[in-house]
Every structure is written in structure tokens, then in C-alpha cells.
């Protein structure tokens, strides 16, 4: 079973909070895709910066050998820093860290604390 950490959002009070389970631990999709997946997730400034690091480290001049591993060590600051990536970009519109759960999937987890938070 997976770790993950559960955002609420309070939208107000007869309509059901907001819920999001961010995964704890390494991001491969944040490794392969960079700046692709933080599009994805709508965290465009997170996008614009590994998109920039990217470019610049392809672009060096005449140092293929500098900029292969420049690469590599972009996208693996990405993949693991890519859930507290997730979590800050939660934070910024307007999502509390609520709880710790455990599960197979996100919706698993999403439903293990609506079962643990529900009397």
C-alpha cells in the first residue's frame, strides 16, 4: 500500500468538501514528463521553470557532454520533488493538508478518510 497525504477544500457549508489524494515518495510521470505534467496538474509556473532548466541544459554550446547529464539531473529534481511539487500547487489554491492514509489508488485513499472522517 501507498502513502498519501489528503488536501480538503472547504466550499461551503451544505456542499461537500473538496478532496485530493497526492501520493508520498518519487514521481515518475514527474521524471519522464516534466514539464508536461505539471502542465497537466495546471501548475504552470512549475511547468515554465522545468521547461526553462530543460532548454537551457540542452542548448549548451558545444558541451554534449555537460549537458546530458544536466538533463538527467533536472528531471530527477523533478521526479523527486514532484509530490511536494503537487502539494505546494494544493496549498496555493487554497487546499489544507488534512490527514495521512494509506491505499492502493488515490480514490482508495480518498475513500479511506471519507470512511475514517464520516461518524
Do not use: N, Q
Amino acid at each position: 500500500m501507498r502513502i498519501y497525504t489528503i488536501h480538503c477544500r472547504g466550499r461551503g457549508l451544505l456542499e461537500e468538501p473538496d478532496i485530493r489524494a497526492v501520493k508520498d515518495g518519487f514521481c515518475w510521470p514527474a521524471l519522464f514528463f516534466g514539464p508536461l505534467w505539471a502542465a497537466w496538474r495546471g501548475d504552470w509556473s512549475i511547468a515554465a521553470m522545468l521547461l526553462a532548466a530543460l532548454a537551457a541544459a540542452a542548448i549548451l554550446p558545444g558541451a554534449l557532454w555537460l549537458s546530458l547529464p544536466l538533463l538527467l539531473l533536472v528531471a530527477l529534481v523533478a521526479g523527486f520533488e514532484g509530490a511536494d511539487l503537487a502539494r505546494r500547487h494544493l496549498r496555493r489554491r487554497g487546499f489544507a493538508e488534512t490527514a495521512l492514509t494509506a491505499g492502493r489508488s488515490a480514490v482508495e485513499a480518498e475513500a479511506r478518510f471519507l470512511a475514517r472522517a464520516v461518524p
